[in-house]
């Protein structure tokens, strides 16, 4: 049972470089989230995407970028690493249903990210 | 004020313990709400749905009140694998389905 994988799940950055967070599920869940968790702090959400080439702002999306090209992936791109993004990073993905149906989100295992 | 308010705690309590934790949420038309279970350095996960008749799982029970707006969770003969920081979350169809996830509230179980 994979569920929800994301790599790579520590990465060490220098102030302005690039790189992408990959985040795949393989239970073809419409809805996919990207989650930033700073120490000691609840979740915010980055971007959030409602199915394959759609995706929309959350509250903290600057300095990020999203893609969706197939229902599977999600992938979170880093542009001029900041400091300021240090932080745990989690892809989550759920269905759509109604109550009974659990609309569970499910969670990756999270991704380190330092930048120094 | 924020969609979904948790009391941030900590709460800390000796084994054995019930513990109650209540959270608020803004939007009358919340449809659907959880609670999820967060440990250190770990991703949350779902500890329970909340129904409306309110449900009851081991140690565990959820109440759902509309009328107020709130959510609650119970956690009765706490034990030291119940620490953890423990999420509420509430699903809102605002045009599309909207998750929010309040900001946790800190439990320490102690020995």
């Known amino acids: 049972n994979a569920g929800v994988t994301q790599t790579p799940k520590f990465r060490i950055l220098k102030i302005g470089q690039s790189m992408t967070l990959q985040c795949a599920q393989d239970m073809n869940h419409n809805y996919m989230y990207w989650y930033r968790q700073d120490p000691g702090m609840g979740l915010k959400l980055i971007y959030y995407?409602?199915?394959?080439?759609?995706?929309d702002k959350g509250e903290v999306p600057n300095g990020y970028n999203v893609s969706r090209s197939t229902t599977e992936d999600f992938p979170l791109r880093l542009e001029l690493a900041a400091p300021s993004q240090t932080s745990v990073y989690f892809c989550?993905?759920?269905?759509?249903?109604?109550?009974?149906?659990?609309?569970?989100?499910?969670f990756g295992e999270g991704s380190w990210l330092t930048v120094v | 004020r924020k969609e979904v308010e948790q009391d941030p705690g900590p709460f800390n309590v000796p084994e054995g313990a019930t513990v109650a934790f209540n959270c608020t949420y803004s939007n009358s038309a919340s449809q659907s709400f959880f609670w999820y279970r967060q440990d250190c350095r770990k991703e949350p996960k779902l500890l329970m749905s909340v129904y409306s008749s309110g449900n009851e799982d081991g140690r565990f029970t959820a109440q759902l009140n509309r009328a107020s707006q709130y959510i609650s969770l119970l956690i009765r003969d706490s034990k030291l694998s119940d620490s953890a920081t423990y999420l509420c979350v509430v699903i809102t169809n605002t045009g599309g389905f909207k998750t929010i996830f309040g900001a946790g509230t800190r439990l320490f179980v102690k020995a």
């Open positions: 989550a993905s759920r269905t759509v249903g109604t109550a009974a149906s659990g609309n569970t989100i499910y």
């Open positions: 995407s409602v199915g394959a080439g759609i995706t």
